[in-house]
């Protein structure tokens, strides 16, 4: 059932909303709020899972609570999973590193200060030991998450084909009107069924789906 979740017809991606922290995302907001916060084994979880991921567009578009991105005068955006798979795998400098506490690899989520005051800082979560991490705010790496944000497009509607030319006189009408007449004749009236919704999961949902995957051996 969760499988289902995560296969290739889905729709493409949506940009953040820059100036503003996001509040909650809408597909976190369509499925109610998350079950139990992440843990940085769950982020680990989800590293291991990059390739899986990334190659299913739904999943690409999941919330992840706290993962935002904030640089002051530049703008807020909202980071989506995907967005973080690609820094964490692109090995973007400030977006993982080693953790102190047991020497494991760290991830952050989100960025949030300001380049004049140098206020501000970076979070995430060790994937070893779960440890929350802070780290320094850095202006040229919170933009990196920003940028990252800001390259996500919405999937191009296909191409419209071109309308047939207009008619000029009353004759050419007529002799269109008795083509279309027939047409509606011969080819019977097709009921088409109602497009399923195509949502996104929750993140919960596809922690779920890949703790069966590795228990299945399937990772």
Same mark, same amino acid.
């Given at each position: 059932?969760?499988?289902?979740?995560?296969?290739?017809?889905?729709?493409?991606?949506?940009?953040?909303?820059?100036?503003?922290?996001?509040?909650?995302?809408?597909?976190?907001?369509?499925?109610?709020?998350?079950?139990?916060?992440?843990?940085?084994?769950?982020?680990?979880?989800?590293?291991?899972?990059?390739?899986?991921?990334?190659?299913?567009?739904?999943?690409?578009?999941?919330?992840?609570?706290?993962?935002?991105?904030?640089?002051?005068?530049?703008?807020?955006?909202?980071?989506?999973?995907?967005?973080?798979?690609?820094?964490?795998?692109? #090995?973007?400098?400030?977006?993982? *590193?080693? %953790?102190?506490? !047991? $020497?494991? @690899?760290?991830? /952050?989520?989100?960025?949030? &200060?300001?380049?004049?005051? #140098?206020?501000?800082?970076?979070? *995430?979560? %060790?994937?070893? !030991? $779960?440890? @929350?991490?802070? /780290?320094?705010?850095?202006? &040229?790496?919170?933009?990196? #998450?920003?940028?990252?944000?800001? *390259?996500?497009?919405?999937?191009?509607?296909?191409?419209?084909?071109?309308?047939?030319?207009?008619?000029?006189?009353?004759?050419?009408?007529?002799?269109?009107?008795?083509?279309?007449?027939?047409?509606?004749?011969?080819?019977?009236?097709?009921?088409?069924?109602?497009?399923?919704?195509?949502?996104?999961?929750?993140?919960?949902?596809?922690?779920?789906?890949?703790?069966?995957?590795?228990?299945?051996?399937?990772?």
């Amino acid at each position: 059932m969760a499988e289902d979740l995560c296969r290739e017809n889905v729709c493409g991606g949506r940009a953040g909303t820059a100036g503003t922290k996001p509040a909650s995302s809408s597909a976190g907001a369509q499925h109610g709020s998350e079950p139990e916060e992440p843990s940085g084994q769950d982020f680990g979880l989800l590293l291991r899972n990059a390739a899986y991921l990334l190659s299913r567009p739904r999943c690409r578009e999941v919330a992840v609570p706290g993962a935002w991105a904030s640089v002051a005068y530049v703008g807020t955006s909202e980071l989506r999973l995907g967005d973080l798979l690609r820094l964490w795998q692109s #090995g973007a400098e400030g977006w993982s *590193g080693t %953790c102190r506490k !047991c $020497g494991g @690899r760290y991830v /952050i989520t989100g960025y949030g &200060g300001s380049p004049l005051t #140098g206020g501000g800082s970076g979070w *995430g979560y %060790c994937t070893e !030991c $779960g440890a @929350r991490v802070r /780290i320094p705010f850095h202006f &040229g790496h919170a933009r990196e #998450g920003v940028r990252a944000a800001a *390259g996500r497009r919405p999937a191009q509607s296909p191409e419209q084909p071109a309308a047939a030319p207009r008619p000029s006189s009353l004759a050419e009408w007529n002799e269109r009107a008795a083509v279309l007449a027939k047409t509606a004749a011969k080819t019977p009236r097709r009921v088409r069924p109602p497009k399923r919704e195509k949502r996104i999961p929750s993140l919960h949902e596809v922690l779920v789906l890949l703790r069966l995957r590795e228990h299945a051996g399937m990772a």
